[in-house]
Structures are given as C-alpha cells and as structure tokens.
C-alpha cells in the first residue's frame, strides 16, 4: 500500500490546531504528530502551509436540466473544478421527474456520474412529488446512502411541492431518521410578483430580484420550520441569504427546535446592487437572488452564532450564450452561477483574512458540518486516524487573482472575475491520491467515488 506523509504543516480541524505531520497510508490517515519517526514513499513538505480537511459542498447540480437548458458542468468537469478549489467531496441533487419515480431519476443521475466524477459525490434526492408510490420509496433510497431529501417550495409546476406534500414527506422521512431540506421561498407569490413586472413590461435582471424580496424568504423558511416541528424531522434550510429567513430560523430555536442553515459564498460577498446592470446582471440570476449588506452581515454574524452551519456554492453555471435565453425577459434567464471551484478561497480571503471568521469556523462551515450534518463524519470532514486522507494545503499568504480564462469550471465567465484573493490551494489530496498539484490535475475521470451516507450526527 502506498504511503504518503505531510510533514511540518499547520493542521487545523474544528477542534484543534497544531504543527505536525500526517502519514496517509493507501485512502486513510494512520498517523498523526509531531516529527513522525517514519519513512514514506512520497513526502510533501508541508512547512508553512495549513492543512485542513477536504472541503464538502452540499450543494451542487451537475449537468442538471433546468429552464429549457442543462447546467454547463458535468459530473467530470464540476467535481475537477472543486478538487482545483479544495474541495474533494460534492452532494448533487437528484431530481424526481414529477409523475415518476425516484428509483428512475436515481438511475438516471448514476448513469450520469459513475465512471465520470474526478472527486467523490454523493446525492440528495429531489423528492418533487410526493404520493403513496414515492413514499414507498423513502426507505429504499436510505438504504442506497441517500439520506436527505430536498423539497422545493418554488418553481411551481416544475420542482414545487405544495404543504400537503411536505407534511407526508417529513413524516415519512422522519420515520426513518433521515433529513428534509428545503428551498424555502414563497413559490406562489413569486410567480404572482414575475407575472406582474412581465405585464408591466419590467424585463430587465433587476426585476428578478424585484419578484423575490425578502418576504417571500422568510415566510417559507418561517413555514418549514413550523412543519418541521411539528413532524420532528430532522430539517435543514439550504441556500438562505437574508435577515427576514434567519430570523425565522431565529424564532424556532427559541422553543428549541434545531433546524440547519446553509447559507452559500455569493450570498456572503455579493450584492444586489448587480442587478442594475441590465445585460451583466445575468450572470448572477439566481434563486433566492443576491440580498443587501445589511444581509450580509447578519450571515456573517448568523456564522458565528452558530446558527448558520454551512457555507456551500448551489453551484449551478449556465454558459453566456445560455443565460442569454433571457436576455427579453428576465424569467427566462436560467437561474445560477458558477462557484464549485471558489468556494473555499473566496472564503478564507473574504472571511478569515479579514477576521470576519475564525480559522477553525472555516474548517467548520467548508467541512465539518456538512460531514456531519449529512451523515458522513468521521469518514469525511476532519483530520483524524481512520479518516479518508482527503486533505488540503493551503498557502495562506498567496496572492491570486479569479479568472473564466484560467478557471476550470466550464463556464464562460465568472462573476468574480478580476478578484484578487489572498490565500490559494496549493496541493490536494483525495483518498490519499495527490489529487491536484501546482495547478495540475493529478487524477483522472472516473477517481471519484459515489459515497454512501448515513444519518445527521451533528
Ligand atoms: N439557485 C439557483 O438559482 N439555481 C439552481 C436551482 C436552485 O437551487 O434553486
Ligand atoms: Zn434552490
Ligand atoms: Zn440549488
């Protein structure tokens, strides 16, 4: 079995945070501490960076038909770009076709990603209809290590299921232990809103953002909440931008209800005010759309109150040429951006350099907690004996600068373009492979492996 060992670099976990070395041996850690007394057949010198675990974004669509159009990275192309950025695991969504099953849409998406993904995945299923067959089918998909389930309280006649559904599904899935995630936004009263700006003749991006203010955050994050606890299932709020919504997920832990939030890296350092450029504005079209500064800070804030437990990407590219599908009228713009490869970087520039967070919070929030949470600690998501060796060195004083011409994710622009960060990914490591070095990528397609999850540990 071939040996691997980091030596003299700075490992941060969510719990500790020391100068040591870490010997890999085949796909997992055996050993870890200070000037290890051992020989490898591969050393790295690991001085002066910081090593953490593998990053974990659960939330991604890979090659996802969405609006009329497919989103623009595949399962080899997407799960590269992230190995590039320091993340070694994704979670995709699998999404029901309504009037079919799961078990189809399941196939559907392994035939997608087997053989194909370069980091590991694992998926979500997309439950968008729920009756006695899918219901049936809850347990069988527990089985299979998928043990969340996404509901989308938008996109009516496409994703959205209505309350009676949410109900059923919750308490199905909370008869199994597994976890219900939402998109939770006022599907009905969006469309309401994008039907009379369309009437109005009010086509521009700006008006994307017009149809979905806060309100229509908060009420369905305040509702899935409610549904939430009255079902006990274990529940998780993905992609929540604003004050309005955290301040309903605020609300319930006051009768001392857990829910889940991801918030996602766009919604930390990006605004609204992108929206008054009417042709760029496009490019950052995406559902729930970019909020205020005043959101801003109450992410960052919601971050380190613990209230909001994951940063992750709902990294969802479209190519121009495909975002320009809307170019008359916003409510044809696919929605989503491109950001499975920036994640980690745009965080440690923007939140650790800064001191908006700490070092071990981003351990936290990139890793640890959605291993956690989605049921896959402590095989992925820290640095400990036993762990798959998926690992990351960092280089916290690099300067660099985001570009669609050096990016690797297939996608014609980037919404960060131009940025200059400091701090970047100098070596990755899934399963004890050298998964990216010096900018190179060391692993072929089809490396990553499909990861079969159990239930939140959180
Ligand atoms: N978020 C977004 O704009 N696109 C992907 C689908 C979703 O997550 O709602
Ligand atoms: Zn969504
Ligand atoms: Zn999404």
């Not at 997992?28 to 790295?44: C, E, F, K, M, Y």
């Not at 939402?182 to 009437?199: C, E, F, K, V």
């Not at 955050?217 to 509702?223: N, T």
């Not at 760029?280 to 959101?295: F, I, N, T």
């Amino acid at each position: 079995m071939a040996s691997l060992l980091l030596k003299n670099g700075r490992v941060v976990t969510a719990d500790s945070d020391s100068v040591c070395d870490v010997l890999v041996e085949g796909e997992t850690i055996v050993a870890i501490g200070r000037n290890l007394p051992v020989q490898a057949d591969q050393t790295i010198d690991a001085t002066g960076k910081i090593i953490v675990p593998g990053g974990i974004d659960p939330h991604v669509h890979l090659d996802m038909p969405f609006m009329g159009t497919f989103s623009s990275d595949t399962h080899e192309t997407g799960t590269r770009a992230a190995l590039h950025g320091g993340t070694t695991t994704v979670i995709d969504f699998v999404l029901q076709k309504q009037g079919h099953s799961l078990r189809e849409a399941l196939t559907e998406w392994q035939g997608r990603a087997t053989g194909t993904a370069v980091g590991d995945y694992s998926f979500h299923m997309a439950v968008t209809d729920f009756n006695p067959n899918t219901k049936a089918e809850i347990q069988d998909m527990i089985a299979e290590g998928i043990t969340s389930f996404k509901t989308f309280m938008a996109y009516k006649g496409a994703l959205m299921i209505d309350d009676a559904q949410m109900v059923g599904l919750m308490q199905e899935v909370s008869r199994h232990g597994g976890l219900v995630t939402a998109h939770a936004t006022n599907g009905d009263m969006i469309d309401t809103l994008i039907a009379q700006h369309r009437a109005a003749g009010k086509l521009t991006p700006l008006y994307h953002y017009l149809s979905q203010p806060e309100v229509t955050e908060a009420e369905a994050s305040g509702r899935f909440c409610d549904i939430a606890n009255y079902t006990g299932v274990n529940s998780y709020i993905v992609h929540l931008t604003c004050e309005g919504a955290l301040n309903q997920v605020r609300r319930a832990t006051e009768r001392n209800q857990r829910v889940f939030v991801e918030t996602c890296i766009q919604y930390l350092v990006l605004d609204a005010s992108l929206y008054e450029d009417e042709v760029h504005g496009a490019k950052v079209v995406m559902s729930p759309p970019l909020r205020e500064k005043k959101d801003q800070t109450t992410l960052w804030a919601g971050i380190n109150q613990g209230l909001v437990q994951v940063v992750g990407t709902d990294h969802c590219p479209f190519m121009w040429e495909q975002k320009m599908l809307g170019k008359d009228d916003f409510s044809k713009i696919p929605n989503g951006h491109p950001a499975i490869e920036h994640r980690m970087e745009l965080l440690f520039s923007e939140g650790v350099t800064t001191g908006k967070i700490s070092l071990q919070k981003f351990v936290e929030v990139t890793s640890t907690n959605a291993a956690k949470i989605f049921g896959m600690f402590p095989r992925k998501g820290t640095i400990s004996i036993g762990a798959d060796a998926d690992l990351v060195l960092f280089n916290p004083e690099k300067k660099h600068t985001i570009s669609a011409d050096t990016h690797h994710m297939n996608c014609d622009y980037s919404a960060y373009e131009g940025w200059e960060l400091t701090g970047k990914v100098d070596t990755v490591i899934l399963r004890g492979q050298v998964a990216v070095q010096n900018g190179e990528t060391k692993v072929g397609r089809g490396y990553g492996q499909f990861i079969k999850r159990g239930k939140t540990a959180f």
